[in-house]
């Protein structure tokens, strides 16, 4: 379920960017784009405002099913693990600890 998922989320994550790609860039931050063009009248679905319309359409909906994918691959990653206590690795002992010397190595007396 995981893998199935995984690939899916990867499927919306490359069509997303290639929404955002075709747009048209409005502000212009780079001096690149915002070329005129477009036909057809004003109705039609393939003019430049019915093309920004179906596009900014298009990049929701892969935004929205990217970031329900995300929430799913998150929660599956956290049901299939066990809940673990860093009190578990401690070694326990009966007796009580004694005070031991640090290792050192062993320097012959001359």
Do not use: C, K, Y
């Not at 070329?35 to 929701?60: C, H, K």
């Not at 990653?77 to 031991?100: K, Y």
Request: without cysteine; charged residues 10%; hydrophobic residues 45%.
């Amino acid at each position: 379920m995981t893998s199935v998922l995984l690939v899916i989320h990867l499927m919306l994550a490359i069509a997303m960017i290639g929404a955002v790609l075709l747009q048209r860039s409005e502000g212009g931050g780079l001096g690149i784009g915002g070329g005129g063009g477009g036909g057809g009248g004003m109705g039609s679905l393939l003019s430049g405002r019915g093309t920004a319309n179906l596009l900014t359409r298009t990049t929701a909906i892969l935004a929205a099913g990217f970031m329900l994918t995300s929430l799913a691959l998150t929660i599956l990653a956290a049901s299939n693990r066990a809940p673990r206590s860093i009190l578990e690795d401690i070694p326990t002992t009966n007796s009580a600890p004694a005070q031991e010397q640090p290792d050192r190595p062993s320097v012959p007396v001359q």
